[in-house]
């Protein structure tokens, strides 16, 4: 069964003529995407500290402290499918991150397609983590507890910069991946039986897909489609989040697993009521809030010296 809270909500935006992510030039849907906040997210709890950044390379960034003094820090990439969102349409969910898990949260706001097509936005996700740890000393934070996470097309990115700083000799402490896109293939059997009616459609999908990934055989590329790894092994731990009526359920149950087999630590959990999308609407879905503290406490945990 569909939560009632989000069926109210799609609900709502059927009756107030919402228009379809896939029908909106991208400047237009990520200007509508930043306006829709302001009715599904709750107000920003107060941190103790927020910094705006920015790599040598230019690229933006956002520092969440919950308090002072040495911290792990968890690196955060937004959803939107590459396409949209930026560092506002996530800061209720980095600040909450923050405060729960006890930890710095730097949000990464790299490249959008389809101005910046793949690998565009790996490649930024990549560096920004990296320079997270050469300038540990200057931000307060422990470079031996650095995690990754993110939500959607951010989760996608976290489990590409886990791989790729695995094979880089500089591995991280926790993945923390919220419904990701993990196989850009879309043939996973939850991208047919939820692929209409629940806000995140199979031809919104094609957009975003269409935007970042120009040419199909791009698809197969490991850092598109993280499930297509030849080598799962070696990576942090990590929980990987879904939700029942999303067209992504199955992709991140399939990573989950594979991560499990090639003999990563990987804990597994769906909100079987909810839709993609759910974690940054804490204003009109309660169990938002239940998955962030979920989320939250197993990142506590992890990153526990």
Known sequence: MLDPQARALIDLMVERKIPAIHTLAPAEARRLYNERRFYTQPEPPPV????????????????????????????????GGHVIGDLETHDVVCRTLALQAGCAVLAVDYRLAPEHRFPAAAEDCIAATRWARAQ??????????????????????????????RDLGEPLAFQLLVYPAVDAHCTAPSHQTNGQGYLLTADSIAYYRGHYLPEPALQDDWRASPLLAPDLSRLPPALVLTAGFDPLRDEGRQYADALSEAGNRAQYVCFERQIHGFITMGRVLDEAHTALALCAAVLRTALAA
């Open 136 to 165: 540990a000393a200057r931000l307060g934070i422990d470079a031996a507890r650095i995690a990754v996470g993110g939500d959607s097309a951010g989760g996608n990115l976290a489990a590409v910069v886990a791989i790729a700083l």
């Open 48 to 79: 103790a500290e927020v910094r705006n950044l920015g790599t040598d390379a230019g690229l933006p960034l956002r520092l969440y402290r919950p308090a002072m003094g040495t911290l792990p820090l968890l690196v955060y990439f937004h959803g």
